[in-house]
């Protein structure tokens, strides 16, 4: 079996993205919609050179615990603990905010190995988006544009690393 990562992080923040980017697809469902993507969508990732790895997409976390948003977060949150290594994505323009507090939160209580990825870092001081972070106390971070595939290679080494 491949080991799997989990993208978990707030609606909107660009997971969809990364998953088709990692996964050289389109099948994740990218909307501009927040919340868009609903169940589990699962991929493959085969990086040069590399072992493959399986991918999980999920949908955004929000926060609700009522309705289609609760059973949005348990699919999120369930990804996450089957999960050999986690991708905590926040979106680096906006900063943090109070759902990713909460993420983070019960990201601690399923302790798995969990690595930071700042996205949408294009056009911005990605070390100062980084920056906006530092409280969350993740040695392993990183900053990366989805949508330029900026920033890919070196999160597929640090993937590559933890698995
Ligand atoms: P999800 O809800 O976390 O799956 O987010 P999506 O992947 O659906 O992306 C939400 C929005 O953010 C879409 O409009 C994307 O085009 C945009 N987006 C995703 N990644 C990036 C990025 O790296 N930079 C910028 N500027 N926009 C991005
Ligand atoms: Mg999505």
Redesign the pocket.
């Known amino acids: 079996m491949l080991p799997l990562v989990a993208l978990v992080?707030r609606?909107?923040?660009?997971?969809?993205?990364l998953f088709n980017a990692l996964t050289r697809t389109r099948d994740a469902l990218?909307?501009?919609q927040?919340g868009?993507?609903r169940d589990r969508n699962y991929g493959v990732c085969r990086p040069e050179g590399q072992r493959p790895f399986a991918v999980v997409d999920t949908g955004?976390i929000a926060g609700e615990e009522e309705g289609l948003a609760g059973a949005t977060a348990r699919q999120s949150r369930a990804a996450a603990e089957e999960a050999d290594l986690v991708l905590f994505?926040v979106d680096g323009r906006e900063g943090p905010s109070a759902l990713d507090d909460d993420i983070l939160r019960w990201l601690r209580k399923a302790d798995r190995p969990t690595m930071l990825v700042v996205?949408?870092t294009?056009g911005i001081d990605a070390r100062a988006a980084q920056a906006e972070f530092a409280r969350y106390g993740f040695s392993d971070v990183i900053a990366i544009?989805?949508?330029?595939r900026v920033g890919i290679d070196t999160l597929l080494e640090e993937v590559e690393k933890r698995l």
């Open positions: 992080g609606p909107n923040v660009g997971k969809s993205t990218v909307h501009d927040p868009v993507t955004g994505i996205n949408k294009d544009s989805s949508s330029h």
